[in-house]
């Protein structure tokens, strides 16, 4: 139960609890090959899934494997905004299987982020922070980058729009080149001849 801020445990600042500090995260502290390594044990292999999906089973793993993956890299049980930072950059593909080369880049894109020491700006001056505000001055960090999720709701829509776009929509054909529109004009029988009985 809350009264104006207090709780039980004691007052809350909630622009505290979402700032992110630098220190918290630990992912630039493990060398590239310890992910890889990590990587390496949760691989399909020559199992019945590779063969399904027609995957590459040594170089690639089940999504769904991602937590599990992070909990063996950290040796410990991952806290709730680790996990939010590792799903951000890692997870973003619809792709039920994580290839070597995507993995490796979301990783690189993860310990940059856990270097940086962005924080959010602190003003000192109340002319300074109006001046800002009036002419609408934005501030020097995205708030993907500095803070550990969206501290309201309105935030929360286009939250993870920083992410990088799933493969796919590179790899889309334009409607020329499909082969529907090759084949227009044609009949239903020459068409779908090997269908129809």
């Known amino acids: 139960m809350s009264f104006f801020g207090l709780t039980s445990f004691g007052p809350q600042d909630p622009i505290k609890d979402r700032v992110k500090a630098s220190h918290e995260y630990v992912f630039h502290t493990f060398p590239l090959e310890h992910y890889t390594d990590t990587f390496s044990k949760y691989t399909l292999g020559n ?3 590779a063969v399904a999906l027609e995957v590459d089973g040594a ?3 089940v999504r769904a494997k991602l937590g599990d993956l992070l909990k063996d890299i950290l040796g410990r049980q991952p806290r709730k905004y680790e996990l939010d930072a590792w799903f951000t950059h890692l997870d973003f593909d619809r792709s039920g299987v994580m290839g070597l080369d995507e993995y490796i880049k979301g990783v690189e ?3 940059e982020f856990s270097a940086t ?4 700006a602190a003003y000192s001056s109340f002319d300074t922070q109006r001046t800002d505000w009036v002419r609408h001055t934005r501030v020097g ?6 803070l550990r999720g ?3 709701t309105a935030q929360e829509v286009g939250w993870h729009t920083t992410k990088p ?12 080149s499909t082969d529907v529109t090759q084949r227009e004009g044609h009949t239903a029988a020459s068409y779908y001849g090997h269908f129809l009985g």
């Not at 960090?141 to 500095?146: G, L, R, S, V």
């Not at 776009?165 to 020329?176: D, N």
């Open 165 to 176: 776009a799933p493969p796919e929509t590179s790899q889309r054909r334009t409607l020329g």
């Open 150 to 152: 969206p501290m309201t």
């Open 59 to 61: 170089t690639h793993i």
């Open 109 to 111: 894109r993860l310990q």
């Open 141 to 146: 960090y995205e708030a993907q980058q500095t």
């Open 117 to 120: 020491g962005v924080t959010p």
């Open 47 to 49: 199992s019945d899934v």
